[in-house]
Antibody, heavy 122, light 107 residues
Framework: QVQLQESGPGLVKPSQTLSLTCTVS??????????WSWIRQPAGEGLEWIGRIYTSGSTNYNPSLKSRVTISMDTSKNQFSLKLSSVTAADTAVYYC??????????????WGQGTLVTVSS | DIQMTQSPSSLSASVGDRVTITCRASQGIRNYLAWFQQKPGKAPKSLIY???SLQSGVPSKFSGSGSGTDFTLTISSLQPEDFATYYC?????????FGQGTRLEIK
């Protein structure tokens, strides 16, 4: 069974860069027809899709965050990462990583990490 | 962006009840619709994909239907562990978007 685990600092200062890593076990991030995604959820609010990276390495980002987001992957470590620059308090949220699996000409999320809380504060 | 609107925003029901949650897309998304369950402090759990296909391991008390712009999630014979927040999500086009959630509470 595929498992995903987020890791990274729980506290980031305003204007700095948030960096998180998702470690995947039980399957290769470079195998299959999948993509790997980041989603976030501010406390008490709904879910916001941040972006995704395909096994080919190509990426898509939410236009609302595109100027500040970079998603990359390290196949040797079976990990993919999120960098969000110039953070503010509005970026405080639980950050999830998830797998998108190919089905019927598109992809749906099947596995999620447990989430990690990132607080932006000085 | 495709807007996803769920109704109701919250719902009270009793153990043993059958409930239905509705999700409407601002434009047609064929059947590229998923449903998730989220309990407090936990990650979302995938229930349904392709509008009506049950994720492996999810009990058949959960069912989904719809196509185009209107979708429903039905949960039959509610049990205490079913009380949670439910989200719909479209994956027809980028960016991926979610509904605002429906909180299912015990009456």
């Amino acid at each position: 069974q595929v498992q995903l685990q987020e890791s990274g600092p729980g506290l980031v200062k305003p204007s700095q860069t948030l960096s998180l890593t998702c470690t995947v076990s039980g399957g290769s991030i470079s195998g299959g027809t999948n993509y790997w995604s980041w989603i976030r959820q501010p406390a008490g609010e709904g879910l916001e899709w941040i972006g995704r990276i395909y096994t080919s390495g190509s990426t898509n980002y939410n236009p609302s965050l595109k100027s500040r987001v970079t998603i990359s992957m390290d196949t040797s470590k079976n990990q993919f990462s999120l960098k969000l620059s110039s953070v503010t308090a509005a970026d405080t949220a639980v950050y999830y990583c998830a797998r998108g699996v190919y089905y019927d000409s598109s992809y749906y999320f099947d596995y999620w990490g447990q989430g990690t809380l990132v607080t932006v504060s000085s | 962006d495709i807007q996803m609107t769920q109704s109701p925003s919250s719902l009270s029901a009793s153990v043993g009840d059958r409930v239905t949650i509705t999700c409407r897309a601002s434009q047609g998304i064929r059947n590229y619709l998923a449903w998730f369950q989220q309990k407090p402090g936990k990650a979302p759990k995938s229930l349904i994909y392709a509008a009506s296909s049950l994720q492996s391991g999810v009990p058949s008390k959960f069912s989904g239907s719809g196509s185009g712009t209107d979708f429903t999630l039905t949960i039959s014979s509610l049990q205490p562990e079913d009380f949670a927040t439910y989200y719909c999500q479209q994956y027809k086009s980028y960016p991926i978007t979610f509904g605002q959630g429906t909180r299912l509470e015990i009456k």
